[in-house]
């Protein structure tokens, strides 16, 4: 059986939908969530389906290292770390005990936009055509080689706030498919 553990910071959409969509496999699970956020949404999400919760205040330690440390010690096995929507950088401290095997959810077409604001970004800077890609972590701000990426085209007009919707909506798609992907290739 192959684990994962999911980062998220938020409300816990893209980590239901890979709940949800892990159900439906006997050979993979979410060992674990762990979130920077006490009273985020994702927690609950993730009580109310029996996985563990693992919290952590990085104010708490003395420096990024120190707070990766900590949570490593805390950490359950996993062959893969998915970031859900984890509004942190990771450290070098978790790059080197999961080699490879950390990927993220990024709501933009990478090499472009990358950063927290990635969708908005885009639709500021008027493009015509945006995305969703799923990318090994490294030691940048999203720039670590692509997976799997999916496009979504800006209509004409388009608010801001729909866009954001049908990007979420292929958040939800894209992730489940791009985790079966790399466990059918034997990536993970």
């Given at each position: 059986?192959?684990?994962?553990?999911?980062?998220?910071?938020?409300?816990?959409?893209?980590?239901?939908?890979?709940?949800?969509?892990?159900?439906?496999?006997?050979?993979?699970?979410?060992?674990?969530?762990?979130?920077?956020?006490?009273?985020?949404?994702?927690?609950?999400?993730?009580?109310?389906?029996?996985?563990?919760?693992?919290?952590?205040?990085?104010?708490?330690?003395?420096?990024?290292?120190?707070?990766?440390?900590?949570?490593?010690?805390?950490?359950?096995?996993?062959?893969?770390?998915?970031?859900?929507?984890?509004?942190?950088i990771v450290?070098?401290?978790?790059?080197?005990?999961?080699?490879?095997?950390?990927?993220?959810?990024?709501?933009?077409?990478?090499?472009?936009?990358?950063?927290?604001?990635?969708?908005?970004?885009a639709w500021?800077?008027?493009?015509?055509?945006?995305?969703?890609?799923?990318?090994?972590?490294?030691?940048?701000?999203?720039?670590?080689?692509?997976?799997?990426?999916?496009?979504?085209?800006?209509?004409?007009?388009?608010?801001l706030a729909?866009?954001?919707?049908?990007?979420?909506?292929?958040?939800?798609?894209?992730?489940?498919?791009?985790?079966?992907?790399?466990?059918?290739?034997?990536?993970?």
């Amino acid at each position: 059986m192959k684990k994962l553990i999911v980062f998220a910071s938020g409300t816990g959409s893209n980590f239901q939908a890979l709940a949800d969509h892990l159900r439906t496999r006997s050979d993979v699970a979410i060992g674990a969530l762990v979130c920077d956020k006490p009273q985020a949404a994702v927690i609950g999400r993730a009580q109310a389906l029996g996985i563990p919760v693992i919290t952590i205040d990085y104010r708490a330690y003395a420096s990024k290292a120190a707070a990766e440390q900590a949570l490593l010690a805390r950490l359950p096995a996993a062959d893969l770390v998915v970031l859900a929507g984890f509004m942190r950088i990771v450290g070098p401290t978790l790059l080197a005990a999961f080699p490879d095997r950390i990927i993220n959810l990024h709501p933009a077409l990478l090499p472009s936009f990358p950063g927290r604001t990635g969708i908005e970004d885009a639709w500021r800077y008027g493009v015509k055509v945006t995305g969703v890609t799923v990318h090994y972590v490294d030691a940048g701000i999203d720039s670590g080689r692509i997976i799997a990426q999916a496009p979504v085209a800006i209509a004409v007009g388009e608010s801001l706030a729909h866009l954001e919707a049908r990007i979420h909506a292929v958040e939800h798609d894209l992730l489940p498919r791009t985790v079966d992907q790399l466990i059918l290739k034997g990536a993970i």
